[in-house]
């Protein structure tokens, strides 16, 4: 049973870029924010361009963390975390069937906000992070074997998956949270990310869910970085009770 | 927004590393003068890219009597070239490390760079015999250095089994100059390889590779 909860806002856009464009090809990224009564779950996730059924595998890691998260009703974020982050992989290989889930490789990070705590897992590349009220930023560790645009996944049998997880953090000391694909992360240095909520949360909280999502993919579509080409996708999330 | 403002302004570097020997042995027959030639005009076609989705950056390690940074990695166009000399043994190790310390180094090369091209032109047998080996093996063992394109070409009486274990892992053949007049080829048909990288739409794929029978057909090709 879960004690009434209030839901945190979010902002989330995802567009597709010039690379996939150019091939004709569907964007890759997929996004989704749920609302249940366990609590909130943003999900990013980021199909492998040379994967032929990537755009697949992304969205159905979305889908597949919701599954569990409806299974265990809710995350227990002190106990059997690895049995959830696997049965996540369980779910996504059921939503991908019949494809060979090499075919649907894709990276999944996704944060909870649940009995007033933040959670965060990622498995690949891109950036999920934290901006603290005191002003610092924690995210899930850097892998050094993920440079170069080569990146890890559900549906890689080639290496072993390391999921980095991040929190829990209570929610009093959240001030927002940010999920993005490579093709955001790649083009923001690390230092910015604090301002860069600052703002952004300053930015959106007053806008209605809409506006949010019409500005937000408004400034992926004219992003900035020169001869850019990834899919991007960028979702940033804030409780009532940050500050 | 204020989105734009955080985001990087620069392209996406795609790094070019040579790490090419000028030990004694290259003064003759020309060879230095060929791969100083070679490098110029390599590095002027790359100031020619328009129409790129990133920005080469190419760095020189020499391996002559020692290891050297010959040219720190930079963008090609700000490049001001200066020719190389050959004297000395053959330190294929020492270079083989310090091509690691820059691959390995975030600072230089960011996650955010493309898969960079990594090239080894020799013409000899390493001199640090007991040593390359193990240099080659951590080379190898990094999980960033692994992942570059690699391209190896050996000149006259070179060893092919330092090459080959360069390129493990790749299926990339070892690429053969018999003289120096191939060394133009060889660095031509790198040049092509890097620049088809950049103006396509996913600069981490290599579709195309240069030809394999550089000692033979590559003539009529070029």
């Known amino acids: 049973m879960h004690g009434k909860q209030t839901k945190p806002h979010y902002v989330g856009a995802s567009v597709r870029g010039p690379s996939n464009a150019a091939r004709n090809k569907l964007k890759q990224d997929a996004w989704n924010v749920f609302n249940r009564s366990w609590g909130t779950l943003g999900v990013v996730c980021d199909g492998l361009g040379s994967k032929s059924k990537s755009r697949t595998g992304a969205l159905a890691a979305c889908l597949a963390v919701r599954d569990m998260l409806n299974q265990v009703d809710g995350l227990d974020m002190h106990s059997n975390l690895g049995t959830h982050l696997k049965t996540i992989?369980?779910?996504?290989?059921?939503?991908?069937?019949?494809?060979?889930?090499?075919?649907?490789?894709?990276?999944c990070l996704f944060c909870v906000y649940t009995e007033d705590n933040w959670f965060g897992a990622q498995l690949g590349d891109g950036f999920l992070g934290a901006l603290l009220n005191d002003g610092n930023m924690v995210a899930c560790s850097p892998d050094g074997e993920l440079a170069f645009n080569l990146t890890n996944g559900?549906?890689?049998?080639?290496?072993?998956?390391?999921?980095?997880?991040?929190?829990p953090l209570p929610a009093k000391d959240v001030h927002s949270i940010i999920l993005a694909t490579d093709g955001v992360s790649d083009d923001i240095p690390l230092g910015s990310y604090p301002m860069l909520l600052e703002e952004l949360v300053n930015e959106y909280q007053p806008l209605n869910q809409m506006k949010r999502?019409?500005?937000?993919?408004?400034?992926?579509?004219?992003?900035?970085?020169?001869?850019?080409?990834?899919?991007?996708t960028l979702l940033a999330l804030w409780s009532n009770k940050s500050k | 927004m204020a989105l734009k403002k955080f985001v990087m302004a620069e392209a996406r570097p795609l790094p070019v590393l040579l790490i090419l020997d000028v030990s004694g042995s290259m003064s003759v027959d020309g060879k230095i003068d060929a791969l100083n030639q070679a490098v110029k005009e390599?590095?002027?076609?790359?100031?020619?890219?328009?129409?790129?989705?990133?920005e080469i950056h190419v760095g020189i390690i020499t391996?002559?009597?020692?290891?050297?940074?010959?040219?720190?990695?930079?963008?090609?166009?700000?490049?001001?070239?200066?020719?190389?000399?050959?004297?000395?043994?053959?330190?294929?190790?020492?270079?083989?490390?310090?091509?690691?310390?820059?691959?390995?180094?975030?600072?230089?090369?960011?996650?955010?760079?493309?898969?960079?091209?990594?090239?080894?032109?020799?013409?000899?047998?390493?001199?640090?015999?007991?040593?390359?080996?193990?240099?080659?093996?951590?080379?190898?063992?990094?999980?960033?250095?692994?992942?570059?394109?690699?391209?190896?070409?050996?000149?006259?009486?070179?060893?092919?089994?330092?090459?080959?274990?360069?390129?493990?892992?790749?299926?990339?053949?070892?690429?053969?100059?018999?003289?120096?007049?191939?060394?133009?080829?060889?660095?031509?048909?790198?040049?092509?390889?890097?620049?088809?990288?950049?103006?396509?739409k996913s600069p981490d794929s290599q579709d195309t590779f240069p030809d394999p029978r550089f000692d033979s057909d590559l003539d009529d090709e070029f």
């Not at chain 2, 390599?42 to 990133?54: L, N, R």
Request: hydrophobic share 35%; proline share 6%; aromatic share 10%.
């Open chain 1, 154 to 167: 559900l549906g890689d049998s080639s290496q072993a998956k390391t999921w980095r997880t991040l929190g």
């Open chain 2, 42 to 54: 390599m590095i002027g076609e790359f100031t020619k890219q328009e129409d790129h989705q990133a």
């Open chain 1, 213 to 232: 999502y019409q500005l937000l993919r408004r400034e992926l579509v004219d992003w900035p970085t020169p001869h850019h080409l990834d899919d991007k």
């Open chain 1, 89 to 107: 992989e369980q779910k996504w290989l059921a939503r991908i069937h019949p494809h060979n889930p090499n075919d649907c490789m894709t990276t």
């Open chain 2, 63 to 200: 391996f002559g009597g020692q290891a050297r940074i010959h040219q720190e990695l930079t963008p090609a166009n700000e490049i001001s070239w200066t020719p190389m000399g050959a004297t000395g043994t053959t330190p294929f190790g020492a270079a083989i490390d310090a091509a690691r310390e820059i691959i390995e180094d975030e600072e230089v090369i960011p996650s955010r760079a493309y898969r960079p091209t990594i090239v080894v032109v020799t013409d000899g047998q390493p001199t640090d015999e007991g040593y390359w080996e193990s240099a080659l093996d951590n080379f190898l063992a990094s999980p960033r250095a692994s992942k570059a394109f690699r391209f190896a070409m050996g000149i006259g009486d070179f060893d092919r089994g330092v090459l080959e274990s360069f390129l493990k892992g790749t299926e990339m053949p070892v690429f053969e100059a018999t003289d120096s007049t191939k060394i133009a080829k060889f660095f031509h048909a790198v040049t092509m390889s890097v620049s088809t990288r950049v103006m396509s």
